[in-house]
């Protein structure tokens, strides 16, 4: 059944990823909303001890280096840091910017199964505006060096500076045709001791509300996995410790299922569905966050797996509203 190929890829088991942080390390910019102590909660750590935390790793799929500019770093330190525990492949976070064939080469040397690309967005002015300090152009070249020879998931924001609802649209359509088919997205959260909160302070910028991301968020969901891609992380996770760091903009705890939610009930109002038969796994989807209160009638099965919509697969519903969306 159609509704089993799409509900796989939900069920495929997760990698186990050992994370270990690099705040800022080969970043050449700051970008207008970043304050990455704050974001992760991490500081830089010894390189001594990352090695010595990696030596004795067991039961893991990858090694992920986040929260820096991986190939931003000088290309003997690159490898220094994945020739620890060769055998375990590696997953690196970077820019666009920064990826070139010498690049590719060394993470291919060194076993790097996923690149986690900061894109934020393909619109010129959003990027200019964030101080990406890269444009959509560079974009596409670094897509076009890594799609083929590594897993790329391209990572987007909502609401910075200048940015628009068409925006954002255009953005997953542009990374879809190139053959790009796992995201991450979040909202804009404004924290605390960055150039964005002076902005928002002063009054020139203004955050997404929570309805607002979450409505974007959908339709962007929709429309990716409607065309066969998948959407892997929705919201931002910040550490408990950190959240007195937040300042402004659509941070909620649950913003991923908030999204889900908010997609079964736009495809309820777009097509008039009248009964939604679900999977228990799926509940918080379905009835979560005032779904409940939708005029239809709900339905818990347990002979298939998935939800179904009028009886038609989830995502069959999903394929038809994406190629409705207007920009």
Not at 24 to 39: A, D, E, F, K, V
Not at 52 to 66: A, C, F, K, P, R
Not at 308 to 317: A, I, K, N, R, V
């Amino acid at each position: 059944m159609k509704q089993m190929d799409f509900q796989q890829k939900d069920l495929e088991r997760r990698p186990k990823i050992y994370p270990v942080f690099l705040p800022n390390l080969g970043c050449r910019t700051r970008c207008i909303y970043c304050n990455q102590s704050i974001m992760t909660g991490e500081t830089l750590p010894d390189l001594k001890e990352i090695a010595q935390s990696l030596q004795n790793l067991t039961d893991v799929d990858e090694i992920g280096y986040y929260g820096g500019t991986f190939t931003g770093l000088k290309p003997e330190l690159m490898e220094k840091l994945l020739s620890i525990r060769p055998d375990i492949p590696k997953r690196i976070s970077t820019r666009p910017d920064v990826i070139d064939e010498h690049v590719v080469e060394i993470l291919k040397r060194w076993n790097v199964k996923t690149v986690e690309l900061g894109v934020e967005s393909i619109d010129d002015e959003v990027l200019k505006n964030s101080k990406r300090n890269y444009t959509g152009a560079d974009v596409l070249r670094a897509i076009s060096l890594l799609k083929d020879r590594f897993e790329v998931i391209a990572h987007l924001m909502t609401g910075l500076p200048s940015d628009t609802r068409a925006k954002d649209l255009e953005s997953v359509r542009i990374l879809i045709n190139t053959g790009v088919s796992l995201f991450r997205i979040h909202p804009t959260i404004v924290f605390k001791d960055t150039e964005l909160e002076v902005l928002f302070k002063q009054g020139l910028y203004k955050p997404q509300t929570l309805d607002e991301a979450v409505n974007i968020l959908a339709e962007m969901v929709i429309f990716i996995e409607g065309h066969n891609g998948k959407v892997i992380r929705l919201g931002y996770h910040i550490p408990q410790s950190q959240l007195k760091y937040v300042a402004a903009g659509p941070y909620h705890p649950s913003f991923g299922d908030m999204v889900r939610s908010r997609v079964v009930r736009m495809i309820v109002e777009r097509f008039g569905v009248k009964e939604i038969a679900y999977s228990r796994r799926f509940t918080s989807w379905v009835k979560g966050y005032g779904n409940d209160k939708m005029s239809v009638s709900f339905l818990e099965i347990s002979d298939e797996d998935g939800i179904f919509l009028d009886g038609t697969p989830f995502s069959d519903m999903l394929r038809r509203y994406s190629e409705s969306i207007k920009y």
